[in-house]
């Protein structure tokens, strides 16, 4: 059964910075999507196993996606985080490096981060 577990969500005021982190399985593309209440699932970053990676124009130069193959976890560094940023953050896996979240199959739980202002 697949298992994706993240962690390393919580609480932050604005500017701040928080580091999440997914284990999992090596899959081909491991990626970091957002859910903010009311609105759309939308894709963050994304890392495919070569280390290529694609991130949303509203965190570039903010986030950094990286993933350590050996031990079958990504991270998401998050600096200069914003309140409108606040959601669950989900960790998936998929085929291949895209921030389409229709293409990922596979999901962990979720992990809240809260950014006050």
């Known amino acids: 059964q697949v298992q994706l577990v993240e962690s390393g969500g919580g609480s932050v005021q604005a500017g701040g910075s928080l580091r999440l982190s997914c284990a999992a399985s090596?899959?081909?593309?491991m990626g970091w999507f957002r859910q903010a209440p009311g609105k759309e699932r939308e894709g963050v970053a994304t890392?495919?196993?070569?280390?290529?990676?694609s991130y949303a124009d509203s965190v570039k130069g903010r986030f950094t996606i990286s993933r350590d193959n050996a031990k079958n976890t990504v991270y998401l560094q998050m600096n200069s985080l914003k309140p409108e940023e606040t959601g669950v953050y989900f960790c998936?896996?998929?085929?291949?490096?895209?921030?389409?979240?229709?293409?990922?199959?596979?999901w962990g739980q979720g992990t809240q981060v809260t950014v006050s202002s």
């Open positions: 998936a896996a998929g085929p291949y490096l895209t921030l389409d979240y229709g293409v990922f199959h596979y």
């Open positions: 090596g899959y081909a593309c």
């Open positions: 890392i495919a196993r070569d280390g290529s990676t």
